[in-house]
């Protein structure tokens, strides 16, 4: 979404994107992937699909569930000193906060769910946060510079 918009507008020239947004993007999207992988581990085992759930015992799985909520926790921090440091206006602030919102319910979710049922919603949040977070690395990186001076 990052490198598309930056193509749509590249005529302006401080919208020249650095690496730094996709960097953040690839990252985050790295360390939570394997949440999706949770909502279908039965078919993955019918199929014989190697994933991380499907590795893992379920103390093994409990243990990724723990770490995950921590690196959404971490990512949370990061984005309130991020906010704290470079943010110009209100918008920052409210994406940072769909970012907070989704975040912290995914991570009840990633902490909490014992169903597949449960599963599936977790997946659903980690969409709407991996939305949310890209539209605040968006605001950061390239809206604060531009459009609010």
């Known amino acids: ?3 598309l918009l930056n193509s749509v507008v590249l005529d302006i020239e401080h919208w020249a994107m650095s690496a730094v947004p996709d ?16 909502r279908d581990i039965e078919g993955d085992y019918t199929t014989h699909a ?4 499907i590795m893992l015992s379920p103390k093994g799985q409990a243990k ?10 971490s990512a949370d921090v990061v ?9 110009q206006h209100v918008s920052a602030f409210i994406t940072g ?9 995914l991570v009840y979710y990633t902490l909490t769910s014992c169903s597949r049922h ?3 919603i977790m997946y659903r949040w980690w969409m709407a946060t ?3 977070m890209i539209s605040h690395v968006l605001d950061l990186c390239l809206l604060q510079d531009v459009v609010w001076q």
């Open 23 to 38: 960097m953040i993007v690839c990252v985050w999207t790295l360390a939570t992937v394997h949440l999706q992988d949770f």
């Open 130 to 132: 991996g939305f949310c």
């Open 97 to 105: 906060l769909l970012f907070y919102i989704s975040s912290s319910i």
């Open 50 to 53: 190697v994933t991380i759930p």
């Open 64 to 73: 990724l569930r723990k770490l995950t909520a921590h690196v959404l926790v």
């Open 118 to 120: 449960q599963d599936r």
């Open 1 to 3: 979404m990052l490198r």
């Open 79 to 87: 984005s309130v000193f991020w906010i704290w440091t470079r943010a």
